[in-house]
């Protein structure tokens, strides 16, 4: 028995190792994805550290897919189609709003050029709120979302990456009943 509990855990262990440097490598080429946004121009901007930091990489969501299959399995199958989850929120009075948006503003300007949908605009007051979303070109699915809100007080950017369909969008918001997720016509925008 113990020869064979040794056999399995090495046997694991090298399949572990073995794709270790694939996950890696995925991740390292994330930026390359075109569901990819680079919001580092707007941390720096922030100057403060983030309240909120939320950095899930290929390997631990592929650990919560399989962790949750169990109990739901439709927000598995949407979990197993990301490659990253980033969420950054800053918190501070300190922050100079203008300068965000003009920063929001520029960003938005590249998501356009580079074939991003823009989904939600607010300008209200001292609100600003960008929702894009990179379409492939078949408009098959979602390379990525990106969520940027800048409002006195908060600062909030999101980038979603990966391969996701208007029915996992539509699966998302009934799940977690978000009417406008599940109303959402992303298939043929």
Same mark, same amino acid.
């Given at each position: 028995?113990?020869t064979i509990k040794t056999l399995f855990v090495s046997t694991a &262990?090298?399949? $572990?190792?073995?794709?270790?440097? $694939? ?14 946004? #680079?919001?580092?121009? $707007? ?28 109990? #739901? ?6 979990? &197993?189609?990301?490659? /990253? !989850?980033?969420?950054?929120?800053? +918190? &501070? ?9 003009? /920063? ?12 991003w949908e823009r989904v939600v605009r607010v300008r209200e007051d ?7 979303? /990179?379409?492939?070109? #078949? ?5 990525? !979302?990106?969520?940027?809100?800048? +409002?006195?007080?908060d600062t909030v950017m999101v980038n979603i990456v990966g391969e ?9 918001? /009934?799940?977690?009943?978000?009417? +406008?997720? !599940?109303? $959402?016509? !992303?298939?043929?925008?």
């Amino acid at each position: 028995m113990k020869t064979i509990k040794t056999l399995f855990v090495s046997t694991a &262990s090298a399949i $572990l190792l073995s794709l270790m440097p $694939l996950a890696m490598a995925a991740d390292d080429n994330i930026e390359d994805h075109p569901g990819y946004v #680079d919001f580092s121009g $707007l941390t720096t901007i922030a100057n403060t550290e983030p309240t909120v930091e939320i950095s899930l990489k290929a390997p631990l969501l592929n650990m919560i897919t399989n962790l949750i299959r169990a109990e #739901d399995d439709l927000a598995a199958d949407f979990i &197993s189609k990301l490659l /990253r !989850v980033t969420v950054n929120v800053f +918190e &501070s009075e300190d922050i100079d709003v203008d300068q965000i948006a003009d /920063r929001m503003t520029e960003i938005a300007s590249n998501l356009d050029a580079q074939g991003w949908e823009r989904v939600v605009r607010v300008r209200e007051d001292s609100e600003h709120v960008d929702i894009y979303m /990179r379409m492939s070109d #078949d408009a098959e699915f979602i390379h990525g !979302v990106a969520i940027m809100v800048a +409002e006195p007080g908060d600062t909030v950017m999101v980038n979603i990456v990966g391969e996701i369909s208007g029915d996992d969008i539509a699966a998302l918001g /009934r799940r977690f009943e978000i009417d +406008e997720l !599940v109303d $959402l016509d !992303v298939d043929h925008q």
